[in-house]
């Protein structure tokens, strides 16, 4: 069967998306995220692995990064032809295998043997993409390749691959605090300089403490701001107007569900999915009730788990399972469920930065947020995170973490209910707590430390900002050191 589309039709839309050929300019942002210093990395070392596979929801910057990768490689002198960015997305290449792709590049372009570096966005779009990534690995042209995705199905199918060593992957999450920080341009903090981490703090010194306090106070005017929307890169800088929140709406939520979920998931009822994620939305950080919810939209509790399953598939959602003291899982688990970022959840219910918003929405919004942080500093410590329900009073712990040889707690404290009656306290006097984070909204300026008189728990009292913004920073460092 001959090709739809002639290679000279082929080769026009590749020079559209590769501008450095013809030595035109990359229009890209000068703030690099953490993420580019690993792909930097990646692209020259000279024995590392072939394919650096990231992913992450859409909207998170993957885009942004693969091109800032491509101007930095023209910027340090390299060939600009030997530079490939492909959109695999685009209808043209969706109709072409990449060994087609590559061919017509190789070709016309860059011949072989001369090595290249292959930027591949959205790689799960690609035409048999099982076999194509797959393939990719074993190539013997000296390719060095960036990957992306937005539902997670390439790196699940390489970990079943003997390829060991010759792939890697690392998620891209949404924009930390410090990251929108800096993006703006108003970090209180020199970046690359070291804080102390947010456990430190309760084994540092009283003066230490305010010390660090005070450096850090200026960001919490910032926060609301970042909970409207700072978490998304295309946002953070604009103060989230409201055109630009209705097209990443439309962008994240719409293109996710409508195209990589019937994509990869094969026809389903795309009202019903919307339905369930701006249900997610509303009760982000709440346990998710299966059989409750699929009664009250008359669904199957099967297809409602599967639902969720997809959503956390294309990085819309995580969950978190119910732990016991010993951070080992609970038979028949109720997830805690959470929306990935606060901007996304911000984005769908049509809040901004000015809303006056009820407890219940301050509480969904700032939970989500210290999810989104606290396991983005953990899991790649392969730390045991969930949250933890007291069988007595039904009370939850926001999210609990097993790792690094101690246990931390993460409380979300409104002031309603005194410490002495709070799960804390409970889950504090089953196990050996090293610090119990009791976080707020407002309250003193000031981080207060103290202990319980018979507890060995250090309880430390917090604003959101303070919090978030010391996880971000610890995430950024770990970026840099490549862990």
């Keep these: 069967m001959p090709p739809l589309f002639s290679q000279a039709e082929v080769l026009r839309v590749l020079q559209g998306f590769n501008p450095w050929w013809s030595g035109r300019p990359v229009p890209v942002p000068s703030f690099h995220r953490a993420a580019f210093a690993a792909c930097r990395a990646h692209v020259e070392g000279m024995r590392q692995r072939a394919v ?8 998170a910057g993957k885009t942004t990064l693969l091109l800032q990768v491509a101007d930095d490689l023209v910027a340090r002198q390299q060939d600009p032809r030997s530079i490939l960015y492909l959109s695999v997305e685009h209808p043209i290449f969706a109709t072409l295998p990449l060994e087609e792709i590559l061919r017509i590049y190789r070709a016309t372009i860059h011949p072989e043997p001369r090595p290249a570096v292959l930027l591949l966005d959205e ?57 929108f920080l800096r993006l703006r341009g108003v970090d209180p903090v020199p970046e690359g300089e070291v804080l102390p981490a947010a456990a430190d703090l309760a084994t540092m010194p009283p003066a230490a403490v305010s010390s660090l306090c005070a450096r850090i106070e200026s960001v919490v005017p910032e926060f609301r701001r970042y909970l409207a929307g700072g978490g998304l890169p295309a946002l953070a800088a604009h103060d989230g107007d409201a055109t630009g929140r209705r097209l990443l709406h439309e962008d994240i939520a719409e293109r996710a569900l409508r195209r990589d979920v019937a994509l990869h998931a094969g026809p389903r009822n795309l009202d019903d999915l919307k339905r369930l994620f701006m249900y997610l939305c509303v009760h982000s950080g709440e346990v998710f009730r299966v059989q409750r919810y699929a009664t009250a939209v008359g669904a199957s509790p099967s297809t409602v788990a599967s639902h969720v399953a997809l959503l956390e598939q294309c990085f819309l959602v995580k969950r978190l399972p119910p732990m016991d003291t010993e951070g080992d899982s609970i038979e028949k688990p109720r997830h805690k469920t959470f929306v990935t970022d606060a901007s996304l959840r911000s984005i769908q219910l049509l809040e901004d930065a000015d809303d006056r918003s009820s407890p219940e929405d301050v509480r969904s919004s700032y939970v989500t947020c210290l999810a989104r942080h606290v396991i983005r500093r953990y899991e790649e410590s392969f730390a045991k995170i969930g949250y933890w329900r007291d069988a007595r009073t039904l009370r939850d712990l926001d999210i ?20 002495a009656k709070s799960p804390v306290i409970g889950f504090c006097r089953r196990t050996r707590v090293t610090a119990a984070f009791l976080v707020t909204v407002g309250g003193p300026a000031r981080i207060e430390v103290t202990k319980a008189p018979d507890l060995p728990t250090v309880f430390i009292q917090i604003r959101a900002a303070q919090l978030a913004y010391l996880l971000g920073r610890e995430e950024t460092a770990r970026w840099a050191k490549g862990t």
Aim: proline fraction near 1%; glycine fraction near 10%.
């Design 52 to 59: 650096l596979l990231l992913s992450g929801m859409r909207g």
């Design 123 to 179: 790689v799960h779009y690609a035409r048999d993409w099982d076999t194509q990534v797959k393939a990719l690995l074993l190539d013997s042209t000296g390719y060095k390749i960036i990957a992306t995705e937005s539902v997670r199905v390439i790196e699940g199918a390489l970990v079943t691959e003997t390829q060991v060593g010759r792939w890697s992957a690392s998620d891209v999450p949404s924009l930390s605090f410090d990251e």
């Design 400 to 419: 609990v973490v097993h790792g690094e040889g101690r246990v931390l707690v993460f409380q979300f404290d409104d002031g309603t209910v005194e410490l």
